[in-house]
């Protein structure tokens, strides 16, 4: 639940089409769904209009349409010379966070925990092959490496990924795989389907999923499956990274307990830990 996120769109709907709209019964939208997507890789960093064309592969003056129209729908903006994502991409992010009750419940719970407050807990939902992070509660013991809300994680190396895909048929694994190839992060990163298979026979059987180094050398990761609140819900998990170092049998059992009784609540509104 930490390090560098994932750059995977194998579970995105545009990587359906070329980035210039060929394929696209919509090319127009397709585009600017590009250039959205090319101004979030760049993490905050400006980019030009000719930087932007090249990366679509259409014309310049095509593409400086396009950004006028994103830009006066307030989804980007221009910075410097070139154009950075708008602030209409975070109302149009906080909407959608707001349709899954158990975010707006989330970080009320973390803060009634004596042992999960002290950590940085993560609510994150499977998407294809990676999980994809919702809510993020910072506790006392804060530090960088872990993901922040949007970040994008192989779901196969993380403890929040595993608790979900173990909720999965175990035939689903290599076909939800199949010729994907798990990045290696960690001298700790597991490698390969059956690796996988034999990492979620064990979260199974335990009730919950645990990231040993995984993703970030001196960082674990415990997390649990939270039960949709309705039929057909998306699926979600909640994690908790911890440093190491601080990671004792006695830490993990309380954390993992604490896990369980909020995973509880946020599944059901009538108990609270």
Do not use: W
Not at 209 to 219: R, T, Y
């Amino acid at each position: 639940m930490s390090s560098t996120p994932s750059t995977s769109t194998e579970s995105t709907g545009a990587s359906r089409f070329r980035a210039d709209g060929d394929g696209s019964p919509a090319p127009a939208v397709t585009r600017a769904a590009a250039i959205l997507d090319a101004l979030e890789a760049a993490g905050g960093e400006p980019l030009g209009v000719s930087d932007l064309a090249r990366s679509l592969g259409i014309a310049k003056s095509s593409t400086s349409h396009l950004c006028q129209a994103l830009e006066d729908a307030r989804l980007i903006q221009r910075r410097g010379t070139g154009y950075v994502l708008g602030r209409r991409t975070v109302e149009l992010a906080g909407a959608y966070l707001g349709g899954f009750d158990e975010v707006r419940s989330f970080y009320e719970l973390c803060s009634h925990t004596t042992a999960l407050r002290e950590h940085v807990v993560q609510i994150a939902m499977l998407d294809g092959t990676d999980v994809l992070y919702l809510a993020r509660y910072e506790g006392r013991s804060r530090f960088m490496m872990a993901a922040n809300i949007g970040d994008r994680f192989p779901a196969a190396l993380t403890a929040t990924g595993q608790a979900m895909l173990a909720a999965l048929p175990p035939a689903e694994i290599p076909r939800r795989f199949g010729g994907v190839e798990i990045p290696h992060m960690t001298d700790a990163s597991l490698s390969g389907v059956a690796a996988l298979q034999a990492r979620l026979a064990t979260a199974r059987a335990a009730g919950y999923a645990f990231d040993d180094e995984g993703v970030h050398p001196g960082v674990v990761g415990l997390a649990v499956r939270l039960t949709p609140r309705q039929a057909g819900g998306a699926m979600l998990s909640l994690g908790v990274t911890v440093l190491k170092a601080l990671a004792t049998d006695a830490v993990l059992a309380e954390l993992r307990t604490e896990l369980r009784s909020v995973a509880a609540a946020l599944s059901n509104p009538l108990i609270f830990p």
